[in-house]
C-alpha cells in the first residue's frame, strides 16, 4: 500500500498546484439585468445592461459580471477576459438559452484563451449539436471553473463531430462542480454529457448529478500521457452508453455512484482502454466506486486490441447485477496471454449478480465465479462474492439514498483503508 499512496501523491500535488494557480477576481462589478439597456446602462446596479454579451465586450480582467433573474435568449458568448466571474445575482434564477437547432455548431458559451474563469450559479441550455460550453477550442485556457450550474441539452445531437453538453479542448487546470448535467428528456437523447479531447489534461469533475443522457456521461475521448484526471463524488445514471470512459494516464476514479448505464451497443459502467492507438489509462485509481446494473459489464480494463494498458489500481468497488450478454461484473481484456502483462492491482472489491455466480471475465474465455478467478490469476484475495444488502429493501432502486450499505452489510469496514467497501454515498452528487 506504501507504493499505491506514492502514486496518489502525484495527482494530490496536481490539486494542490490547481488550488494555488485560482485567484479571484478583483475587479469591478458589472450588473446585467431584464430591465437594463444597452444604450443607456452602465453595468452599475441602478442602470444594469440587458444582455450578457455586451456585458462580455466591455469587462476588464478580474471583473465580475452579475446576471439577474431571467431568460436570456443569447448565443456565442465569448468569454475572453482573464481573472473574471461570471454569476447569478443573489441566487437568482437565470436562464441563458442559445436556441440553437439540432444541427448548429454554435455553443452558448465559448470560453478560450484565458485563465482563471468561474461560472457560477447559471442554467444553461441551446447549445445545439455542438453543445451548451466549449472551453479552449482554439488558443487552449487554464483554471476554468464551472460550479453550481444546471446545464442541458435540448432534442437529439445530429452533429457528426460527437455531439456533446461541455467539451474541453486545449484546457488544464479545469473543473466541473457541483453541477447538474442532463438531457431534456429520456436517455435516448444521443449526446455526451462531458466530452475531454487529447489537448485536455488536470480535469476535475466532483460532486456533480448527471443524468438522462444518450451517450457517455463522461468522455475522455483520446486521452493525454499526463492526463490527471480526477473523476470523483458524482451520481452518475440512466446512461445510455457508457458512465465513465477513461483514456488518459494517471487519473483518479473515486466515490461515484454510477446506476443503470450501458446498452446492447456499449460496454457499460466504467472503461478504461486505449481508443485509437492513444494512451489508454494506465497508473490510474479506480477505488471506491459503487456500480449497479450497468449493462455489458461494470468495469472493463482493456480491449481486445489493446496492450496499452497497465498498472492500474482496482480497488475497494461494489459491482452489483452487471452482467449482461456475456459481460459480468469485472472483465480484463486481455489478461496474462502472451506478451501483454498488465501489472494491475485487484482486490478487496465486492462481485454480486443476483441471478448467476459469474462475475470475472477474461476476454474471449469463460466467465469466472470469485473463487475459481482468485485461484486463477492470484488477483483479488481479499474481495467478496456476496449480496452487499444496500438499505433499500423496496427493489426499486431510484434514489442515491437507496445504495446505502445496511448495518449488517458484508462490505461494512472491509475495504483497504479501513472504510466501507464503495462509494461514500452521502457525499456523493451535488451538495446543496
Same mark, same amino acid.
Given at each position: 500500500m506504501l507504493s499505491i499512496n506514492r502514486n496518489m501523491s502525484n495527482l494530490i500535488f496536481s490539486l494542490i498546484i490547481f488550488l494555488l494557480f485560482s485567484t479571484l !477576481?478583483?475587479?469591478?462589478?458589472?450588473?446585467? *439585468?431584464? =430591465? #437594463?439597456?444597452?444604450? $443607456?446602462?452602465? #453595468?452599475?446596479? $441602478?442602470? +444594469? /445592461?440587458?444582455?450578457?454579451?455586451?456585458?462580455?465586450?466591455r469587462i476588464s480582467e478580474g471583473d465580475i459580471i452579475f446576471i439577474h433573474k431571467g431568460v436570456y435568449k443569447e448565443k456565442n458568448l465569448k468569454v475572453r477576459k482573464s481573472h473574471v466571474i461570471i454569476t447569478s445575482y443573489e441566487k437568482d434564477d437565470v436562464v441563458i438559452d442559445g436556441g440553437q437547432n439540432i444541427y448548429s455548431n454554435i455553443p452558448v458559451m465559448d470560453i478560450d484563451k484565458v485563465k482563471d474563469v468561474t461560472i457560477k450559479g447559471l442554467k444553461i441550455t441551446g447549445g445545439g449539436g455542438i453543445g451548451c460550453i466549449i472551453i479552449g477550442m482554439v488558443w487552449g485556457c487554464s483554471h476554468v471553473t464551472i460550479e453550481g450550474c444546471e446545464i442541458w441539452a435540448k432534442g437529439r445531437g445530429n452533429t457528426a463531430n460527437n455531439p456533446s453538453i461541455i467539451r474541453f479542448y486545449n484546457a488544464k487546470y479545469c473543473q466541473i462542480r457541483n453541477c447538474k448535467i442532463h438531457s431534456d428528456g429520456v436517455r435516448t437523447?444521443? =449526446?455526451?454529457?462531458?466530452?475531454? /479531447?487529447?489537448?485536455?489534461?488536470?480535469?476535475?469533475?466532483?460532486?456533480?448529478?448527471?443524468?438522462?443522457?444518450?451517450?457517455? !456521461?463522461?468522455?475522455?475521448?483520446?486521452?493525454?500521457?499526463?492526463g490527471h484526471l480526477i473523476i470523483r463524488y458524482n451520481y452518475i445514471h440512466d446512461i445510455g452508453h457508457k458512465g465513465i470512459n477513461l483514456n488518459s494516464n494517471y487519473s483518479i476514479i473515486e466515490d461515484n455512484l454510477i446506476v443503470r448505464c450501458g446498452s446492447e451497443h456499449d460496454t457499460g459502467a466504467i472503461v478504461v482502454y486505449s481508443e485509437e492507438g492513444r494512451p489508454?489509462? *494506465?497508473? *490510474?485509481?479506480?477505488?471506491?466506486?459503487?456500480?449497479?446494473? &450497468?449493462?455489458? #459489464?461494470?468495469?472493463?480494463?482493456?480491449?481486445? $486490441?489493446?496492450? =496499452?494498458?497497465?498498472?492500474?489500481?482496482?480497488?475497494?468497488?461494489?459491482?452489483?447485477?452487471?452482467? =449482461?450478454?456475456?459481460?459480468?461484473?469485472?472483465?480484463? *481484456? +486481455?489478461?496474462?496471454?502472451t506478451p501483454y502483462n498488465h501489472q494491475?492491482?485487484?482486490?478487496?472489491?465486492?462481485?454480486?449478480? /443476483?441471478?448467476?455466480?459469474?462475475?470475472?471475465? $477474461?476476454?474471449?474465455?469463460?466467465?469466472?465465479?470469485?473463487?475459481? /478467478?482468485?485461484?486463477?490469476?492470484?488477483?483479488?484475495?481479499?474481495?467478496?462474492? &456476496?449480496? +452487499?444488502?444496500?438499505?433499500?429493501?423496496?427493489?426499486?432502486?431510484e434514489k442515491k439514498q437507496d445504495f446505502i450499505l445496511s448495518p449488517n452489510s458484508p462490505a461494512k469496514g472491509m475495504a483497504s483503508d479501513g472504510r466501507d467497501l464503495g462509494a461514500d454515498i452521502p457525499h456523493v452528487g451535488i451538495h446543496e
Open positions: !477576481a478583483l475587479g469591478d462589478e458589472y450588473h446585467v *439585468s431584464k =430591465r #437594463g439597456s444597452d444604450l $443607456e446602462g452602465n #453595468g452599475s446596479l $441602478e442602470k +444594469p /445592461w440587458a444582455t450578457i454579451s455586451y456585458a462580455l465586450s437523447n444521443t =449526446r455526451t454529457a462531458i466530452k475531454i /479531447w487529447s489537448g485536455a489534461s488536470h480535469i476535475i469533475i466532483e460532486n456533480n448529478e448527471i443524468f438522462n443522457i444518450g451517450l457517455k !456521461a463522461i468522455d475522455d475521448k483520446h486521452g493525454s500521457e499526463e489508454g489509462g *494506465s497508473y *490510474s485509481y479506480i477505488v471506491h466506486n459503487t456500480i449497479f446494473m &450497468a449493462h455489458k #459489464g461494470g468495469i472493463l480494463l482493456g480491449s481486445a $486490441e489493446c496492450n =496499452r494498458l497497465f498498472g492500474c489500481i482496482v480497488m475497494n468497488n461494489i459491482i452489483v447485477n452487471c452482467y =449482461r450478454q456475456g459481460h459480468p461484473n469485472l472483465e480484463i *481484456s +486481455p489478461y496474462l496471454k494491475h492491482l485487484i482486490d478487496y472489491n465486492l462481485y454480486y449478480n /443476483w441471478n448467476t455466480n459469474i462475475v470475472i471475465r $477474461e476476454y474471449d474465455n469463460t466467465g469466472y465465479t470469485l473463487p475459481a /478467478w482468485q485461484y486463477y490469476s492470484h488477483q483479488d484475495a481479499h474481495s467478496i462474492q &456476496a449480496d +452487499p444488502m444496500f438499505i433499500n429493501k423496496s427493489g426499486h432502486f
